[in-house]
């Protein structure tokens, strides 16, 4: 991890403790993505914290703070869901409506999740990224329309692929080897330089055991999981099935 992502989360955490310490009645986060709140979590009581992006399955959330058994209601988090339509003959991907925000100068924390699907998206936001994410009427080259009168749909489905193959044991370099049909060498290099994730903390341990429902992360190649380690074959090796998520 680089100087500047350490100097963020060191800032992020004292952000949180402050919050914890005010003892408000509820306390809300911007958005968050999944390795600053597995990161957050670990020091934060049970019972006393929820983490909610729009919807149920959300990987960028807002994390609340809140009294024991006083947890927050979907409807009580400061997020809007706007949902942009278009024509279906074109396509629209994640990164042109994340770039159309920037351009407006919204900052990446006040985005959640965006959800794409044929000829619509639903897009996760709050504070100042509601009133300029209503103010698009173009994404890219692609005019759109855009109402925050719609609940998330739930009609998204996330493209995934399979990756089975049979591994001498299931640690992270052998598990990495399956995933991006990479040698051992390079996936050493990929772990020790800090470019993977497992269930979303920094990894640099090539021994680290997987178990199913593990999630990795490769910069530059994606998200994967671990769908099912299997029994071994004659040989002694591993049955093991990783999904990709395109």
């Not at 807002?62 to 942009?84: Q, R, V």
Request: glycine fraction near 8%; charged fraction near 25%; proline fraction near 3%.
């Amino acid at each position: 991890m680089d100087k500047k992502q350490e100097d963020a989360d060191r800032i992020l955490r004292a952000h949180v403790e402050d919050m914890v310490r005010r003892g408000a009645w509820r306390s809300f986060t911007a958005f968050l993505d999944m390795r600053q709140y597995t990161m957050l979590k670990a020091g934060l009581r049970e019972g006393e914290y929820r983490f909610f992006g729009g919807y149920a399955e959300a990987q960028r959330g807002i994390l609340c703070i809140h009294p024991m058994d006083a947890e927050p209601e979907d409807s009580e988090y400061p997020i809007t869901c706007l949902t942009y339509t278009f024509p279906e003959q074109f396509t629209l991907t994640h990164r042109d409506v994340l770039g159309s925000l920037m351009a407006q100068q919204v900052q990446r924390d006040t985005v959640g999740d965006i959800l794409v699907s044929p000829g619509k998206i639903q897009c996760f936001v709050t504070g100042a990224a509601v009133s300029v994410g209503l103010s698009l009427s173009k994404i890219g080259r692609v005019g759109v329309k855009v109402t925050d009168a719609l609940p998330y749909t739930g009609d998204f489905q996330q493209e995934t692929q399979e990756i089975s193959n049979t591994v001498s044991t299931p640690r992270l370099d052998a598990m990495l080897r399956t995933a991006l049909n990479k040698g051992r060498g390079q996936c050493l290099e990929m772990i020790h330089a800090g470019l993977v994730t497992l269930n979303y903390q920094e990894c640099t341990e090539p021994a680290k055991l997987l178990a199913a429902g593990d999630v990795f992360s490769v910069r530059g190649y994606g998200k994967f999981s671990v769908k099912e380690i299997g029994e071994q074959t004659r040989k002694g090796r591993l049955h093991v099935t990783i999904v990709k998520y395109v």
